[in-house]
């Protein structure tokens, strides 16, 4: 049997263990993030999405980092091309908890970090530069269920030959 995708889309997936000796470079960056940064490049560059590269990679180190940081287990990142010139990445933790602005609304509810704060920006750069967002938590609630995380994903809409933003509607409760 066959399987037939859509012209153009891709998937990659890397799991990102919580490494101790990933020790911390270039203000807060574990290595984890810039294991994931240089995965999104090469895919990005190698199916011809430079348009999107800047901002997915920064984004995407913002939602590594911030899964290495406030879990002790390991991380997963999936880069998938969607129809359009979509791009989702998913970044799956062992922690349950969802932050704005990826929980319920209100969306805005992330606050801008003060001047002089060295940490307090990726979410807000999240709810800024992405063009969609979500996150659910993993496992089903019940009584034997000890929580397997949650997945926080982004959208980037890719660039028309203008340079314009296309137009894309997104399913932002049906993240695939």
């Not at 799991?15 to 090469?42: E, G």
């Not at 129809?83 to 209100?106: C, K, T, Y």
């Amino acid at each position: 049997m066959d399987t037939v995708s859509p012209s153009g889309t891709w998937s990659y997936a890397l799991r990102l263990p919580h490494d101790p000796r990933a020790a911390r470079v270039a203000r807060n960056d574990p290595r984890a993030a810039r294991v994931a940064r240089m995965t999104v490049r090469a895919a990005l560059s190698g199916h011809g999405r430079q348009e999107s590269l800047d901002t997915v990679a920064l984004l995407t180190s913002e939602l590594v980092t911030n899964a290495y940081r406030h879990t002790h287990g390991p991380a997963s990142l999936r880069l998938t091309a969607l129809a359009n010139g979509r791009l989702r990445v998913g970044v799956w933790d062992s922690h349950p908890r969802i932050p704005a602005p990826f929980g319920e609304p209100p969306w805005d509810s992330v606050r801008p970090a003060p001047a002089d704060a060295e940490e307090g920006r990726g979410l807000r750069l999240v709810q800024e530069y992405a063009d969609a967002w979500g996150g659910w938590p993993i496992g089903d609630g019940g009584p034997l269920d000890r929580g397997a995380g949650k997945l926080l994903w982004f959208e980037v809409r890719g660039r028309g030959p203008e340079g314009t933003r296309k137009g894309v509607a997104c399913d932002v409760a049906g993240a695939t």
